[in-house]
């Protein structure tokens, strides 16, 4: 789907253009991450977002080659592109960077390739883009917190996990103090480490064996090139069944096409079907099933 002509514009050594097809609808892709913002790892003001990062010079979770900072994005004033603002410590793996960034705001999609996919679905608002993520561990660490939980006690959790083991940044950044947990930091806790924040314990014990089988080497979190059997080694794993391992994909690896199912939201916009009903009835969207489960959670007026 990438049809940028190229993926950033070099203003400066901490700063870069980040191209995108219009329509983009900023504001959604702003209070989705407002919603679920983790304090000192997150921060969305003035119209814009920043965030802590631990970018990895070796791209390898398992070296220790890792290098400390924050970025920021907010939307460029005459252009159909975002600013990226880097910090200087991240200047030698800006080119992570940048592609971390692409990812999460979701600045490769072709809106009307997906418009036309949608149909109906779309018309209202077809600049909705597919949040993403800048870090796999992180965000499959998110999905696991938040089963059975509203998103504020996910958000919750996640801070409370951070403060707790996260590293501090090194020069904290406006209200950017934090850095999420690494693999091998949450490896080492235990259930009652984790219980003591108000991780349920098949959750903890989720979390830690899954931190344990990315720090070995023994599990990749990175986006699976093939969707499918990706989510099929996700249910697998301890703790994680059908509806995690879909948020996985579409967020922690911007699968495009993964329809939430089970996911409560979507089960309200189709009351008189069968789950079984409401996956041939999906089908329709192939293969943009992602977004078409992010315009539902959308629109509450939407009837099939």
Not at 140 to 159: D, F, H, P, Y
Request: aromatic share 8%; net charge neutral.
């Amino acid at each position: 789907m990438t049809l940028q002509p190229q993926l950033a514009e070099a203003v400066s050594p901490t700063r870069f253009l980040l191209p995108y097809l219009p329509p983009y609808d900023w504001s959604a892709q702003l209070h989705f991450l407002q919603y679920r913002a983790v304090a000192g790892v997150e921060e969305i003001a003035d119209g814009g977002y920043q965030r802590t990062v631990t970018l990895n010079l070796n791209n390898d979770v398992q070296s220790a080659q890792n290098v400390q900072g924050w970025i920021s994005l907010r939307p460029a004033a005459q252009a159909n592109a975002l600013i990226l603002d880097i910090s200087p410590s991240l200047v030698g793996v800006a080119d992570t960077a940048i592609a971390r960034a692409r990812r999460l705001f979701d600045l490769d999609a072709n809106p009307g390739l997906i418009s036309t996919s949608l149909g109906a679905l779309a018309q209202d608002r077809p600049g909705l883009r597919l949040p993403g993520c800048v870090d796999c561990f992180e965000q499959t660490v998110r999905a696991i917190l938040g089963q059975l939980v509203s998103v504020k006690m996910a958000a919750t959790l996640t801070q409370r996990l951070t403060h707790r083991w996260g590293e501090t940044l090194a020069q904290p950044h406006g209200g950017l103090s934090r850095l999420f947990p690494t693999p091998q930091q949450i490896a080492l806790l235990t259930v009652d480490d984790l219980r003591s924040i108000g991780v349920q314990a098949k959750r903890s014990a989720s979390l830690i064996a899954l931190a344990q089988a990315v720090a070995e080497g023994r599990l990749s979190l990175e986006p699976a090139e093939d969707t499918e059997a990706g989510m099929k080694t996700l249910r697998a794993l301890p703790g994680i069944g059908a509806w995690t391992a879909s948020y996985i994909a579409m967020r922690a690896w911007s699968a495009p096409d993964v329809f939430l199912t089970g996911d409560y939201l979507i089960k309200q916009r189709f009351p008189a079907m069968t789950p079984g009903q409401i996956v041939r009835y999906a089908q329709r969207w192939q293969p943009f099933r992602s977004y078409a489960t992010l315009h539902l959670w959308h629109n509450a007026q939407w009837l099939p």
